[in-house]
């Protein structure tokens, strides 16, 4: 199995600010990587995928990037409703894996 | 719209079986591969099988093989997970998502989840 080693873990930032959130394979897997973004009670939603594509109706200020072993997901200039848990996944070879979750709090 | 809905969550003993369903509309279901993804209790994600859009290859994940069956009638549009020799560490909502057309890809829908429960 590719494990995922995803970080932080937990982030505290404001409306506003420029976060990332890493993730890095314990082996390559080209670009197959996805994020996705999930708020208490809900279903995840995705956000990229492809490591850097933008799942349509994401806004913008969500970008990923990345390949190989280390991916990014970045998101600029935060908003109210970015305040979530942030998810990545290998879809690279079965077991399909995710990280281990990072939760975006308000500061 | 594309939907996913999940049903047959419950409270089950240790040991016992449950059969969860998760009925697609929107899209061509038949064309297709799916997932069953869970989430215990406040914990992160967890890949639970895949099945490919004819239902010819499937794949589990290592806690489940040998216990879970995931299925698909096609014709009713809809997806299972039955479960047996359920175990207390199998709580957790179980969702079903759909990859994209193109196989192998991320999981661009997801159903709102049903919560499974062992428990005696």
């Known amino acids: ?107 | 719209q594309v939907q996913l809905v999940e049903s047959g969550g419950g409270v089950v003993q240790p040991g016992g079986s449950l059969r969860l369903s998760c009925a697609a509309s929107g899209f061509t279901f038949s064309s297709y591969g799916m997932h069953w993804v869970r989430q215990a209790p406040g914990k992160g994600l967890e890949w639970v099988a895949f099945i490919r859009y004819d239902g010819s290859n499937k794949y589990y994940a290592d806690s489940v093989k040998g216990r879970f069956t995931i299925s698909r009638d096609n014709s009713k549009n809809t997806l299972y997970l039955q479960m047996n020799s359920l175990r207390a560490e199998d709580t957790a909502v179980y969702y079903c998502a759909k990859e994209p057309l193109a196989p192998g890809g991320a999981f661009d829908i997801w159903g709102q989840g049903t919560m499974v429960t062992v428990s005696s």
């Open chain 1, 1 to 107: 199995a590719i494990w995922m080693t995803q970080s932080p873990s937990l982030l505290s930032a404001s409306t506003g600010d420029r976060v990332t959130i890493s993730c890095r394979m314990s082996q390559g897997i080209s670009s197959y990587l996805a994020w996705y973004q999930q708020k208490p009670g809900k279903a995840p939603e995705l956000l990229i995928y492809a490591a850097s594509t933008l799942q349509s109706g994401v806004p913008s200020r969500f970008s990923g990037s990345g390949s190989g072993t280390d991916f990014t997901l970045t998101i600029s200039c935060l908003q109210s409703e970015d305040f979530a848990t942030y998810y990545c996944q290998q879809y690279y070879s079965f077991p399909i894996t995710f990280g281990q979750g990072t939760r975006l709090e308000i500061k």
